[in-house]
């Protein structure tokens, strides 16, 4: 078949012709360029469109490259459709299958089975009628992680603990009756040495970097101030990588 684009760098609808130049969205377009770039450097016909652009006609794309897809926790029914829709015909990177089970946290279920070190994690099931109070006092730590188990950029992400979760019952009740959260016990590394994002390519480690909130603020997303650096990883921080995607059977 002689497609019209071999491969197609997917962003969201914000990003794909911004209204405003911000820098954070400048830098989302300049990554993306970076890509595409490189792609037609190989001779190859790409395109960069929103996954939700109804302009496009994906039967004549060959290949998807996920990059900037950052609305499909916000918008997840809609974006888990379009992934059936064009799963059977187009060939994705990374595959259909590894992306849905990445989407939904649930798979650190999966990971702790499997002999993978986790925070405490306890997932809650939509439409549960506790109350955040009666869930947490069954757990054995009072600093709290609440988020969606599909989520992404801290959407509804809260820092609980004992003297505050009365403030958030109101808003939990009515989260819970539309999707499944989960509480994990609070890492106080965060706050003091940041997050590690270390890059695994065919089962090996290439580069890490080290994102960083603002002060006192858990959120190390570069939405709320947060910062990104070069991250020189000890052996042991790769080694634990590596076992990750070598139990998990993830390339």
């Keep these: 078949m002689n497609y019209k684009y071999d491969v197609v760098v997917l962003t ?3 990003y794909e012709n911004p209204k405003e130049i911000t820098p954070y969205v400048n830098n989302v377009i300049l990554e993306d360029a970076l890509l595409v770039n490189a792609l037609m450097s190989q001779g190859l016909k790409v395109g960069r469109f929103s996954w939700s652009n109804k302009d496009v006609n994906w039967n ?6 996920f990059r900037t ?3 499909y926790f916000s918008r997840f029914k809609e974006f888990e459709n379009w992934l059936q829709s064009v799963q059977t015909h187009l060939q994705m990177f990374n595959p259909y299958e590894l992306i ?3 989407m939904d946290k649930i798979y650190l279920n999966e990971m702790k089975q499997k002999g993978v070190a986790i925070p405490p ?13 009666q869930i947490t006092e069954q757990l054995p730590y009072n600093k709290y992680i609440l988020k969606p188990n599909v989520s992404g950029a801290a959407r509804h992400t809260y820092k609980l603990n004992d003297l505050n979760i009365d403030d958030h019952e109101d808003l939990f009740e009515l989260l819970i ?5 989960m509480i994990q016990e609070f890492q106080e590394n965060i706050l003091t040495k940041g997050e590690i994002s270390l890059v695994i390519v065919d089962g090996k480690y290439t ?7 603002l002060e006192d603020d858990f959120r190390v997303q570069d939405d709320f101030g947060g910062s990104v650096e070069i991250y020189e990883p000890n052996p042991a921080e790769i080694t634990f990588e ?3 995607i070598e139990v998990l059977d993830i390339k």
């Design 121 to 133: 994690t306890y997932f809650i099931e939509r439409e549960d009628v506790r109350s955040l109070k």
């Design 242 to 244: 590596e076992k990750c």
């Design 177 to 181: 009756g539309d999707e499944p959260f």
């Design 100 to 102: 849905h089970w990445n």
């Design 12 to 14: 969201e609808d914000r």
């Design 207 to 213: 580069h890490a970097v080290l994102k960083k909130g």
């Design 60 to 65: 004549e794309v060959k290949s998807v490259v």
């Design 69 to 71: 897809t950052w609305d």
